[in-house]
């Protein structure tokens, strides 16, 4: 054969993959509301970026008639492009070709493409879009999905990976994007499950759909899996690419920085917090008073809301931002909010990004059923997160700082490196109110007028144990700061912080309270 004629049979060649499962099967897949593959790959990467490996990849197996069928590609595209300039490595599931099923040369082509995303050291974004193991091939799905687990867990700390989810994603399917650090669901279109409907009807005889087992809502609100959640494709795709101009692309590097921007002016700082110590407020805008240009980039916004996590910058420079939220049960600490916090925090110091958390808090929730579900275990977590941490680690206390709650929220005696108090800042055992009943017990039941007694006790506790000073007069806090210096404070706490270095002794790895 000529050249010429060589080159246009690769041409007719590609033209076929590019129709993956064929024109009914992208035109199903459109009429579900779904983009195609290969219209995600380019939508999230820069126009004309993307390099795709494995094209001509097909599936080898020969049970089930399966050696008539061909499968382009074998259901998944694989190559790197850029994001705003920089390499990532991104991989797609074909749902048009054997609903996007697993099979050995799909797992195979999933593994070349994260293998190259660590050696090269460059974030790795999947996409899913699979009915899960192919049944066909057996025990051979079930090997890929083995070695992708295994590379997801070497992966995990060395370069960021980021999962969409895309459409069903069940059985074995699931624990990829639950083993990589941030899961974007999209409303109507995400489910993930590891047993499908028929399952739970064949088992429990319960009848479920799978919006209600596993849809986009549940993992962004109630379940935790999912960390961020968009109304449609391309409201995902705008949000995986502002996460990524907050992180760096491997732990070796840091982040990018950005020309530095002053907070928006309808933010006053000042102004936030209410005079009564009892009302709640808003955190975030404490936060976005803060932060460049009042960017906050939130994760898991809809989940364990008493606390809230995301990324900003500071003087141009990426942080990870953690704060009780005063408006969400006071802001305590309880078995989900220890869960997302400690997390984050892991992944903030696997990633070189400094952690500022602002501290307004009551304690730990009490009560049978968040000791049932394990607040102590969970609760440790975030103590294991902060204490492991050797990023910069900043606290600001803006008021309630009580008990446990002093303790966790990334204290002085975790080894933070800065810790300052707002002049509202409560530092104490507990608060005024249960301190007094306590302690001044004897004094309130005895008195003429118990309820006089116990409000003048409850002003007495308050006035001497619950502000800044005592702790200040300690050391525990480095000073006590009026809030508009806050912002001020941070840059210089993160310019100081610059050559931080920290010698930890020698482990293989600690055991923290999964
Ligand atoms: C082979 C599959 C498949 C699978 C779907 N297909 N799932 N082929 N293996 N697992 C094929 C269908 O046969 C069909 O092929 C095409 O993909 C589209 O599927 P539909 O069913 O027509 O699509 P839809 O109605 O949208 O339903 C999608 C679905 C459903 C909800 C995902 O297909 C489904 O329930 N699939 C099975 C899910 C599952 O139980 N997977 C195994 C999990 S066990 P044609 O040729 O007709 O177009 C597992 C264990 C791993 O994963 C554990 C590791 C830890």
Redesign the pocket.
């Known amino acids: 054969m000529s050249l010429r004629r060589n080159i246009l049979d690769l041409r007719k060649r590609k033209e076929q993959v590019l129709l993956g499962?064929g024109e009914e099967?992208i035109k199903k897949q459109n009429a579900?509301g779904k983009l195609t593959a290969r219209e995600r790959i380019e939508a999230i990467l820069d126009k004309d970026s993307f390099h795709e490996y494995d094209m001509f990849v097909e599936h080898q197996s020969k049970d089930f008639d399966m050696d008539k069928k061909v499968l382009h590609g074998d259901g998944v595209i694989i190559g790197t492009g850029t994001v705003y300039g920089e390499t990532v490595a991104i991989y797609a599931q074909d749902?048009t070709v054997?609903?996007?099923?697993?099979g050995l040369m799909h797992a195979r082509k999933i593994g070349k493409i994260m293998d190259h995303a660590m050696k090269m050291r460059m974030p790795l974004i999947g996409i899913n879009d699979?009915?899960?193991?192919?049944?066909?091939e057996g025990v051979d799905?079930?090997a890929g999905?083995?070695e992708i687990?295994f590379r997801n867990t070497q992966a995990s700390g060395v370069i960021p990976q980021l999962s969409i989810i895309l459409?069903?994603c069940?059985?074995?399917?699931v624990?990829s994007p639950a083993l990589t650090d941030f899961v974007f669901v999209v409303d109507n279109i995400s489910?993930m499950f590891i047993?499908?409907p028929?399952?739970v009807k064949t088992v429990l005889g319960e009848e479920v759909t799978?919006e209600e087992l596993g849809g986009a809502r549940v993992h962004a609100e109630i379940s935790g899996n999912a960390h961020f959640f968009a109304h449609n494709e391309q409201e995902c795709f705008e949000q995986i690419k502002q996460l990524l101009t907050f992180l760096p692309w491997n732990n070796q590097r840091k982040a990018r920085a950005f020309p530095p921007k002053p907070p928006k002016p309808e933010y006053k700082i000042e102004k936030i917090i209410p005079a009564d110590p009892t009302q709640p407020y808003d955190i975030r805008e404490i936060i976005m008073a803060t932060a460049d240009d009042s960017e906050f980039l939130e994760v898991q916004q809809d989940f364990a809301r008493n606390i809230v996590i995301g990324f900003g910058r500071i003087d141009g420079e990426t942080v990870g931002f953690v704060a009780n939220q005063p408006m969400v049960l006071a802001g305590v600490l309880d078995c989900d909010s220890a869960d997302k916090s400690a997390r984050f925090i892991r992944f903030c110091d696997s990633f070189n990004i400094p952690i500022v958390t602002f501290e307004d808090m009551p304690g730990y929730l009490p009560g049978v059923e968040q000791e049932h579900m394990g607040v102590i275990r969970h609760g440790a977590k975030v103590l294991y997160a902060y204490s492991e941490a050797t990023v910069p680690k900043i606290t600001v206390i803006l008021r309630k700082a009580y008990g446990g709650g002093y303790i966790a929220m990334n204290s002085r005696h975790l080894k933070s490196d800065f810790v300052f108090a707002w002049p509202t800042a409560e530092i104490a055992v507990m608060g005024p109110e249960g301190a007094a009943n306590i302690i001044f017990r004897k004094d309130i039941k005895e008195a003429k007028n118990p309820e006089e007694m116990r409000k003048q006790k409850v002003e007495e506790y308050r006035v001497k144990f619950a502000n800044p000073y005592v702790a200040a007069s300690k050391g525990y806090i480095d000073s006590v700061i009026e809030p508009q210096e806050t912002r001020l404070l941070l840059k210089h706490c993160i310019e100081v912080s610059t050559n931080k270095d920290v010698l930890t002794p020698y482990k293989k790895h600690g055991i923290p309270p999964f």
Request: a positive charge; hydrophobic letters at 40%; zero cysteines.
């Open positions: 499962g099967a579900m749902f054997a609903g996007g099923s697993l699979s009915g899960g193991a192919r049944i066909q799905s079930l999905y083995g687990f459409g069903p069940a059985g074995g399917a624990y489910k047993t499908g028929e399952v799978m």
